[in-house]
Nanobody, 124 residues
Framework: QVQLVESGGGLVQAGGSLRLSCVVS????????MGWFRQAPGKERESVAA????????YYASSVKGRFTISRDNAKNTVYLQMNSLTPEDTAVYYC?????????????????WGQGTQVTVSS
């Protein structure tokens, strides 16, 4: 049974920072690409960032490039999303997802496993 558990969400003022974590169990974490997605009320779930198995390749949505950083620690079975310079437009439920293998996956249909999500709220 593959499980993904996100943490680190919360309420922050505009301009602030948060670091999200996602711990994966039930599979060989280091073999799989990971991604972060978000979904705001009334909107589609969108890709935020992705990372391949080694951390050597990353992808960022244009809306977060330069502000967010995705990273992973394969020894800890954990993927992170460091979010800086947050704006109210970043308010959403953030989900981590595990891909089918070690590549870099940009689209939600490519991901097989999902966490339950963590709420991020940015106040103005």
């Amino acid at each position: 049974q593959v499980q993904l558990v996100e943490s680190g969400g919360g309420l922050v003022q505009a301009g602030g920072s948060l670091r999200l974590s996602c711990v994966v169990s039930g599979r060989t974490f280091s073999s799989y690409g990971m991604g972060w997605f978000r979904q705001a009320p009334g909107k589609e779930r969108e890709s935020v960032a992705a990372i391949n198995w080694s951390g050597g390749s990353t992808y960022y949505a244009s809306s977060v490039k330069g502000r967010f950083t995705i990273s992973r620690d394969n020894a800890k079975n954990t993927v992170y999303l460091q979010m800086n310079s947050l704006t109210p437009e970043d308010t959403a439920v953030y989900y981590c997802a595990a891909g089918p293998s070690g590549g870099l996956y940009r689209f939600k249909y490519q991901y097989a496993y999902w966490g339950q999500g963590t709420q991020v709220t940015v106040s103005s």
